[in-house]
């Protein structure tokens, strides 16, 4: 008896670039497109970057550190990035009563256009790059992605070239924060100065929101957001193009540590990868305020 082939979901490539399956051909032009309302919150970051966590500390924001009436306001709203099946067609018909705390992973060509007219606020999180192609690996092997991603080796040299999913971390990160770091409708946070800094972070996004909290609030949003709760509560369905017997949930937080990718980086990989980074990181502002360890 020989082994079965391995199967893996694949990608959806929409103009030379790779999304996820669940990503449609007409997505990237709709989502550019997008209505926004100018109480809008786009919380956007690459993949494994925080994300889910900054969504939930946004949505508790804004409802003061009131977990009950986050998960009563947010609970029922879509999972996942906008990007995702027809979810920025489910957020449109939203009410207007309050603010719309919406998730994506769009690069820059393809977040809805009339962010950069002012309209809405977008929170940016920047994750360590290192930390970002381990995490990245730990999730698209999980979830059978591609064959490409299914070891460690391949999926770092993966990460470094421009087709990768969701293109690579410079690819992505760059082109906002060089081109839109003084808007004011930009705040840019690092996973590094969130994790070091939590309560600090939680004032300067509610301040850029302009929705100021008292000291008690403040620390209510600390404890509803800490990644012990995050963790424990932060589970959602395993996303598929068809429904399955016994659905399937998991993790979306696994480690949420910094220095994480010392366990997979190999001495060679790490010389490689810092030659890199310098190279394509030189002159860039950004450099000053990425952390690879504590």
Same mark, same amino acid.
């Given at each position: ?138 999730? %698209? ?23 990768? %999913? ?22 840019? %946070? ?105």
């Amino acid at each position: 008896m020989t082994d079965q082939p391995k199967t893996y979901q694949g990608v959806n490539v929409i103009n030379g670039f790779k999304w996820p399956r669940h990503v449609y051909d007409d997505t990237p032009d709709n989502i550019h497109n997008f209505e926004v309302r100018e109480d809008d919150v786009f919380v956007l970051a690459y993949i494994k970057a925080g994300t889910h966590w900054t969504q939930e500390l946004v949505r508790n924001i804004v409802c003061e550190g009131n977990k009950d009436n986050a998960k009563e306001d947010y609970g029922s709203d879509p999972k996942g990035p906008i990007e995702f099946g027809d979810n920025y067609k489910k957020y449109d018909s939203f009410s207007t009563e309050k603010p719309r705390v919406m998730m994506t992973h769009a690069r820059v060509d393809v977040l809805p256009k009339q962010v950069f007219e002012g309209k809405g606020k977008v929170v940016f999180v920047i994750r360590n790059p290192k930390d970002s192609a381990v995490s990245c690996w730990h999730f %698209l092997s999980e979830r059978r992605m591609l064959e490409e991603y299914e070891e460690w080796d391949s999926c770092f040299e993966a990460s470094l070239k421009a087709d990768v %999913l969701y293109g690579n971390w410079f690819d992505f990160n760059l082109p906002y924060y060089e081109n839109h770091r003084d808007k004011k409708n930009f705040l840019f %946070l690092t996973y590094e100065e969130m994790k070091l800094d939590h309560k600090g972070c939680v004032v300067r996004i509610s301040d850029f929101l302009s929705r100021p909290l008292s000291e008690e609030q403040v620390d209510k949003v600390v404890q509803n957001t800490s990644f012990s709760n995050m963790k424990a509560n932060n589970r959602v369905p395993f996303f598929q193009l068809k429904k399955e017997k016994g659905e399937r949930t998991y993790a979306l937080l696994r480690k949420g540590v910094i220095g994480d990718w010392k366990t997979r980086f190999t001495v060679a990989q790490n010389e490689r990868f810092d030659a890199i980074y310098n190279q394509r990181m030189e002159g860039s502002a950004l450099a000053k305020r990425i952390v690879f360890e504590t």
